[in-house]
């Protein structure tokens, strides 16, 4: 009976040094991969701003006579446009969540108040040449 256990004990015990040292070499190899992550992420982004720019683009231009007419308002102004932004940003995030069935939190709704400040911000220089470059300079 004591070998049975003593046998067990070692199982057990080489089973969990196993998943420690598969647990190290995934984190040692996520360390590894980093910068690479990073790069990765940070073009992803850079084509979700460039894209939902494109598409605040769209619809502020076709709303910009209509708002312009009714509330005497340039749309294309730097703070209108940030608060626009801003809206839209929440609306899209609404969106995809109830689409997906998601319930919202606070922080998603912050995040899409980040984005939508972000690209307002931004706005001039995000479709330029030299303008918003997000992940070139990592290695």
Known sequence: MGFIIRV???????GF????????????????????ILNLTLRF???????????Y???LTHTRSFIGQ????DIFEKIPRICASVVLSLCLFMLFYWIANISLS???????????????YVWDGIIMPDGLHLGENIQ
């Open 57 to 59: 683009l769209t619809i």
């Open 106 to 120: 606070i922080f998603t709704i912050g995040l899409a108040v980040l984005h939508g400040l972000f690209v307002g």
């Open 8 to 14: 067990l004990g070692n199982i057990l015990l080489g």
């Open 17 to 36: 040094l196993l998943g420690i040292n598969i647990l190290m070499l995934g984190f040692f190899g996520l360390l590894r991969n980093l910068p690479m």
């Open 45 to 55: 982004l850079n084509w979700f701003v460039r894209l939902t720019y494109r598409f």
């Open 70 to 73: 009714y509330l005497n308002l």
